[in-house]
T-cell receptor, first 119, second 114 residues
Framework: GAGVSQTPSNKVTEKGKYVELRCDPI?????LYWYRQSLGQGPEFLIY????????DSGLPNDRFFAVRPEGSVSTLKIQRTERGDSAVYLC?????????????????FGPGTRLTVT | AQSVTQLDSHVSVSEGTPVLLRCNYS??????LFWYVQHPNKGLQLLLK????ATLVKGINGFEAEFKKSETSFHLTKPSAHMSDAAEYFC????????????WGAGTKLIIKP
């Protein structure tokens, strides 16, 4: 079946511009996650959705970053007034559900990422 | 607080020889531990996970890892490397009291020499 897809695969934008990054999770997965991965580092958690609501947005670096998932499926990560420091690969993942209890982790399936370059 | 350290940024082995990727963790409780692999231009894929059952965990593509509490280690091994194993490998630890938050190591790039 289809995996997690992300569009665009690459995005180059000028400093100060607005960008939107899209994630299509695996059909039926209720949990969706956004991560940011800088060169030479592991992914950094940004936000977690359970259904349509953001259950945890503590990883968003500042108020220029915002994400939505209006129908509980596709999600869009929005970055306003982009800065050169925002350049990174933005990863999306989905899982069957967010686990009910701590210590119970459902496998997160990752998309190929969107490489964002801010010039 | 939990943390994870991958001891080597790069590991180079010849095809057909054993692979060892080292990972040490720090946690005040018994965590869940994972290894993910990332091939170029592809999504991260779960190799294996430890969740307090058997300490020797077998994963996909012939990889396995052993949880050693006394050494706070979770090293990844494979008896014989294949060219297709060339990729970036991440050791990951679960966050205490969370059912989704993960702490990622910086990654180890595995290079396979023909």
């Amino acid at each position: 079946g289809a995996g997690v897809s992300q569009t665009p695969s690459n995005k180059v934008t000028e400093k100060g511009k607005y960008v939107e990054l899209r994630c299509d999770p695996i059909s039926g997965h209720t949990a969706l996650y956004w991560y940011r991965q800088s060169l030479g580092q592991g992914p950094e958690f940004l936000i977690y959705f359970q259904g349509t609501g953001a259950a945890d947005d503590s990883g968003l670096p500042n108020d220029r970053f915002f994400a939505v998932r209006p129908e509980g499926s596709v999600s869009t990560l929005k970055i306003q007034r982009t800065e050169r420091g925002d350049s990174a690969v933005y990863l999306c993942a989905s899982s069957v559900r967010g686990a009910v209890v701590a210590g119970q982790h459902y496998e997160q399936y990752f998309g190929p990422g969107t490489r964002l370059t801010v010039t | 607080a939990q943390s994870v350290t991958q001891l080597d940024s790069h590991v180079s082995v010849s095809e057909g020889t054993p692979v060892l990727l080292r990972c040490n963790y720090s946690s005040s409780y018994s965590p869940s531990l994972f290894w993910y692999v990332q091939h170029p231009n592809k999504g991260l894929q779960l190799l294996l996970k430890y969740t307090s059952a058997a300490t020797l965990v077998k994963g996909i593509n012939g990889f396995e890892a052993e949880f050693k509490k006394s050494e706070t280690s979770f090293h990844l091994t494979k008896p014989s490397a294949h060219m297709s194993d060339a990729a970036e490998y991440f050791c990951v630890v679960s966050v205490m009291d969370s059912n989704y938050q993960l702490i990622w190591g910086a990654g180890t790039k595995l290079i396979i020499k023909p």
